[in-house]
């Protein structure tokens, strides 16, 4: 994996958390998600029908209505439980922290459901990972805050929504371009918003610039960066490996956190992350070529009717 890549992806990923917590002081999140994603969605369906008309050729209706479902899961669902939990007060950090067993999640089921096994040394890394995030988070989650019991369930499930639609993409007959994902999932997220907004009465935005300001960071560095790069990645390295960057978002969301709003960064934090860098190192030394080949159903029907052909075409060159 281009380590270049992962850096961006990391940082822009953890800036989301961080985006939630400033729009979060201004509006509710569904008033948050419907203009971070109106406008974005009319921008890139207006560059769907000019400039990238071509992109769009061949799809079908039914790669469409796949990809819509991808966005209604990884943005929707996963962004709508992450900013309703941080508007209910669970902290950045926190959140983060629940985000982060999705590697753990994605690779126990990467093996049955997508012919991508996770190795022992990778079993490893997770573990370790896995401890990094608890390292970085374990004195915001025990310290008491104003939120309910429950809304620390909240993330769990927008969790599970990601890694539902990471499936449900790698599961897809074909690969549809980037772009035109991209575009389908905004105008889906787009839609869902916008009704929950309107139903909700909470379409307008609010006067402050620091709105506007919040807006225009969830857009800039957490729709292009963090999301156009987790599937960038994905498509390039797999389940595994992606997810695996997902342990460095606790400690790295601690750092911002520190850095914007003056939150403490004390050794506990710096001894997570040290570990968190030590987990995405051993997975990515344990990655094992032949294992984490993803086979779609088109390939493995296409692999299986070589198999059947082959021992034809052998006999027929032998009798000729």
Request: net charge positive; with cysteine; aromatic share 10%.
């Given at each position: 994996?281009?380590?270049?890549l992962?850096?961006?992806?990391?940082?822009?990923?953890?800036?989301?958390?961080?985006?939630?917590?400033?729009?979060?002081?201004?509006?509710s999140?569904?008033?948050?998600?419907?203009?971070?994603?109106?406008?974005?969605?009319?921008?890139?369906?207006?560059?769907?029908?000019?400039?990238?008309?071509?992109?769009?050729?061949?799809?079908?209706?039914?790669?469409?209505?796949?990809?819509?479902?991808?966005?209604?899961?990884?943005?929707?669902?996963?962004?709508?439980?992450?900013?309703?939990?941080?508007?209910?007060?669970?902290?950045s950090?926190?959140?983060?922290?629940?985000?982060?067993?999705?590697?753990?999640?994605?690779?126990?089921?990467?093996?049955?459901?997508?012919?991508?096994?996770?190795?022992?040394?990778?079993?490893?890394?997770?573990?370790?990972?896995?401890?990094?995030?608890?390292?970085?988070?374990?004195?915001?989650?025990?310290?008491?805050?104003?939120?309910?019991?429950?809304?620390?369930?909240?993330?769990?499930?927008?969790?599970?929504?990601?890694?539902?639609?990471?499936?449900?993409?790698?599961?897809?007959?074909?690969?549809?371009?980037?772009?035109?994902?991209?575009?389908?999932?905004?105008?889906?997220?787009?839609v869902i918003?916008?009704?929950?907004?309107?139903?909700?009465?909470?379409?307008?935005?609010?006067?402050?610039?620091?709105?506007?300001?919040?807006?225009?960071?969830?857009?800039?560095?957490?729709?292009?960066?963090?999301?156009?790069?987790?599937?960038?990645?994905?498509?390039r390295?797999?389940?595994?490996?992606?997810?695996?960057?997902?342990?460095?978002?606790?400690?790295?969301?601690?750092?911002?956190?520190?850095?914007?709003?003056?939150?403490?960064?004390?050794?506990?934090?710096?001894?997570?992350?040290?570990?968190?860098?030590?987990?995405?190192a051993?997975?990515?030394?344990?990655?094992?070529?032949?294992?984490?080949?993803?086979?779609?159903?088109?390939?493995?029907?296409?692999?299986?009717?070589?198999?059947?052909?082959?021992?034809?075409?052998?006999a027929?060159?032998?009798?000729?």
């Open positions: 994996m281009n380590v270049l992962s850096i961006a992806f990391v940082l822009t990923w953890s800036s989301g958390f961080i985006g939630a917590k400033l729009g979060a002081g201004s509006a999140a569904v008033t948050v998600l419907m203009w971070r994603f109106l406008p974005l969605a009319l921008v890139l369906a207006l560059v769907a029908l000019t400039v990238a008309r071509a992109s769009w050729r061949g799809l079908t209706a039914r790669d469409a209505l796949r990809q819509a479902a991808v966005g209604a899961l990884s943005q929707s669902g996963y962004l709508l439980t992450v900013y309703y939990a941080i508007q209910l007060g669970v902290s950090g926190t959140t983060a922290l629940i985000d982060g067993t999705q590697p753990l999640v994605a690779g126990a089921l990467a093996g049955p459901l997508l012919g991508q096994y996770v190795s022992r040394t990778q079993w490893v890394g997770l573990g370790l990972g896995v401890t990094g995030v608890v390292i970085v988070t374990a004195a915001d989650a025990t310290g008491g805050t104003d939120a309910p019991w429950w809304a620390y369930l909240v993330p769990f499930l927008g969790m599970f929504s990601l890694v539902a639609a990471t499936f449900l993409d790698r599961r897809s007959p074909r690969q549809v371009a980037p772009a035109v994902s991209m575009t389908v999932h905004c105008v889906t997220s787009a918003f916008t009704a929950l907004a309107v139903g909700a009465g909470a379409a307008v935005p609010p006067a402050e610039a620091s709105f506007w300001v919040a807006i225009s960071w969830l857009v800039t560095l957490s729709t292009f960066g963090g999301y156009g790069l987790y599937w960038l990645i994905l498509r390295s797999g389940v595994t490996q992606v997810n695996t960057l997902m342990f460095l978002m606790a400690p790295v969301t601690a750092l911002w956190g520190a850095l914007m709003f003056g939150e403490p960064f004390g050794v506990q934090t710096a001894l997570g992350l040290a570990v968190g860098l030590a987990a995405v051993v997975v990515h030394r344990g990655k094992e070529p032949a294992a984490t080949v993803v086979c779609s159903p088109r390939d493995a029907s296409t692999a299986a009717q070589a198999a059947r052909t082959a021992p034809r075409q052998s027929s060159r032998k009798s000729a």
